[in-house]
Structure formats: C-alpha cells, structure tokens
C-alpha cells in the first residue's frame, strides 16, 4: 500500500484519526486529484464491523458495496432502497462506516443521504468525497493537496532523460 500511496501516507493516517473522533469528515479537491483512490484506501484500511462504499453517477443512481462480514454487493440504488441496504447489513448496530463518493454529482440526494444517515444510525461515520464541502452540521472538511513533483535530480536517469524527451517533443509539436 506504501507505493500506491506515495506521498499521501501521513495524509491517510491525519484522516482515519480524524474519523475516529467526528461523525462525518469531506474529502475535498480537484477534479482528478485522488479524492476516490484515497478514499478507497481509507474503506480498505480501516476496521470497522461494519462497512459500506457508496458512489454517485451522474443519472443519480447509488453503486453500494458492503464487506460486513463475508458479504459483498454492488446494486444501482436510489436514496431510499441505499437507506433500506445500511439497515439490512445492520449499520449503527455497531461501530460503522459510511463512504460516500461523488457527492458532487448529485449534491442535493448527497446531502439528503448523509443528514438522514447521520440522524438514523448513532454508531455511524462518514468519510464523503466532493469537490466542495456538504455544509452539514459537525462537517469536517479535509483538504487533499495535489502531490508536489520530485526533483528531477532525485529521478533515476532513464526518467530523467524520458521527462525531457516530453517536454522537447511538447515544445516541437507547439513550433508547427
């Protein structure tokens, strides 16, 4: 996991501290900048009795992906069947948690989720992905920086030598 998380070790570890100690923690950022992958790596992580993945798609519907004990699933849901899924695998019974991915793609179902989960199941915690912060009550928003680039003299040469090519082609291509 080191290596897939190059540069975002300390952050992972900042983060699952964090959930620890509040109900519900956004991870915000750019587009692209790893919010799902980090987010993933928290859901794989963590050990939690119970656990679920959610992810919004841009028509609304809800992928949900559970590994409480052996049991996996992944299901298009709406709002109220993901409800009805967090009380089948007993969420809040116990210690939970609740990713939440894309909250940016359908913000207002994202919001609605998250306030009645967070009502409903006192045992619970989320980790939510978006661009912007949910504005819920007792929200935390944990930024997550883009990654600097080494060095280029902390590269290997053939990396070296590979970067420069790019960048000489790149600047070629833009003569023409």
Same mark, same amino acid.
């Given at each position: 996991?080191?290596?897939?998380?190059?540069?975002? +070790?300390?952050?992972?570890?900042?983060? !699952?501290?964090?959930?620890?100690?509040?109900? $519900?923690?956004? &991870?915000? /950022?750019?587009?692209?900048?790893?919010?799902?992958?980090?987010?993933?790596?928290?859901?794989?992580?963590?050990?939690?009795?119970?656990?679920?993945?959610?992810?919004?798609?841009?028509?609304?519907?809800?992928?949900?992906?559970?590994?409480?004990?052996?049991?996996?699933?992944?299901?298009?849901?709406?709002?109220?069947? +993901?409800?009805?899924?967090?009380?089948? !695998?007993?969420?809040?019974?116990?210690?939970? $948690?609740?990713? &939440?991915? /894309?909250?940016?793609?359908?913000?207002?179902?994202?919001?609605?989720?998250?306030?009645?989960?967070?009502?409903?199941?006192?045992?619970?915690?989320?980790?939510?992905?978006?661009?912007?912060?949910?504005?819920?009550?007792?929200?935390?928003?944990?930024?997550?920086?883009?990654?600097?680039?080494?060095?280029?003299?902390?590269?290997?040469?053939?990396?070296?030598?590979?970067?420069?090519?790019?960048?000489?082609?790149?600047?070629?291509?833009?003569?023409?």
């Amino acid at each position: 996991m080191a290596d897939l998380l190059a540069g975002r +070790a300390a952050q992972l570890d900042t983060l !699952i501290r964090v959930l620890y100690c509040t109900k $519900l923690v956004t &991870i915000t /950022g750019q587009v692209g900048i790893g919010k799902t992958f980090f987010v993933k790596q928290v859901y794989d992580t963590v050990s939690y009795p119970i656990a679920a993945f959610m992810s919004f798609s841009v028509s609304g519907q809800i992928s949900v992906e559970s590994k409480e004990a052996e049991t996996f699933y992944i299901e298009s849901v709406t709002m109220p069947d +993901a409800i009805n899924i967090l009380d089948g !695998i007993g969420a809040g019974s116990k210690e939970t $948690l609740l990713v &939440i991915d /894309g909250c940016e793609v359908a913000f207002e179902t994202s919001t609605a989720l998250v306030e009645e989960a967070l009502a409903r199941y006192e045992n619970m915690r989320i980790a939510a992905t978006s661009q912007v912060a949910l504005h819920i009550p007792g929200e935390i928003c944990f930024e997550l920086p883009a990654l600097s680039l080494p060095s280029l003299s902390l590269l290997p040469a053939w990396k070296n030598s590979t970067i420069l090519m790019q960048a000489h082609c790149s600047c070629r291509s833009q003569e023409r």
